[in-house]
């Protein structure tokens, strides 16, 4: 007992959060040019109305870069720590409104890939603010352990890295392409704060140690950039 008691107090201390993970699923897109703005009305018209019932948080990304081929412009996120409200998404039950919502968009954008997942480690979101500029990387993971327990090492000894930023470590579910089981996610505030933090990284003797134990077990698939375009 003394010893739990001893480890939840390192991860309280560290604001690190293993046990309240955040449920999310992707929508990839491609959006014309010409249409991105009439996209952007109608998801702000249908995700602002009380006919969404879901709490789930809803948000719109830009792709920037991308190491995969994929012919994707944008990215429709949903996220929530609540389960249940990420059920309410896939409740089946009939909605003409929705229906209607769906067709427009399908007249505005192309639907890509699908895929859901959970995070496993994350920084407390109480220590996170609301960057617009994400970096995440597509992992293939062969010893989900080993890597968990070196990510929260790093997290812990790279704290002074970082300020207010998300950064996790999770897992990939259901329909992603083969090969991908596992991403680490980091916000930034902009282009150049990202590229002037991964150079400290780089630097930093205790995320070199991170980088030496993880890269046995684990193989880079590919990774993206994004930026926020709107959230509701």
């Given amino acids: 007992m003394k ?3 001893a480890v939840m107090a390192v991860y309280l201390s560290t604001g690190i959060l293993t046990g309240q993970p955040v449920y999310w699923s992707v929508y990839e897109l491609n959006i014309d040019r010409h249409n991105r703005a009439a996209a952007v009305d109608l998801m702000d018209e249908w995700f602002s109305s009380e006919d969404y019932s879901s709490k789930a948080n809803v948000a719109l990304y830009q792709i920037h870069f991308t190491g995969a081929d994929k012919d994707v412009t944008h990215e429709l996120h949903f996220f929530s720590e609540d389960l249940s409200e990420m059920n309410k998404l896939y409740s089946g039950d009939y ?5 209607l919502f769906l067709t427009k968009l399908n007249q505005l954008s192309d639907g890509k890939d699908a895929f859901t997942g959970k995070s496993l480690v994350r920084v407390n979101p109480k220590e996170s ?35 207010g930023h998300h950064f996790s470590f999770g897992t990939t579910l259901f329909g992603i392409e083969p090969g991908v089981n596992h991403y680490v996610l980091h916000t930034f505030e902009s282009y150049q704060e990202m590229m002037e933090i991964m150079e400290k990284y780089n630097d930093n003797k205790d995320f070199q140690e991170f980088v030496k134990t993880i890269s046995p077990i684990r193989t880079m698939v590919y990774n993206i950039t994004r930026n926020l375009v709107k959230r509701w």
Avoid: C, G, I
């Avoid at 909605?95 to 229906?99: E, G, H, I, M, V």
């Avoid at 062969?142 to 000894?157: G, H, I, R, T, W």
């Fill in 129 to 163: 603010k609301d960057h617009s500029f994400v970096a995440v990387w597509l992992l293939d993971v062969q010893d989900v352990a080993v890597y968990k327990l070196a990510f929260e090492k790093m997290l812990n000894k790279t704290k002074k890295l970082r300020s």
């Fill in 3 to 5: 010893k739990l008691f």
């Fill in 95 to 99: 909605n003409p409104k929705f229906d």
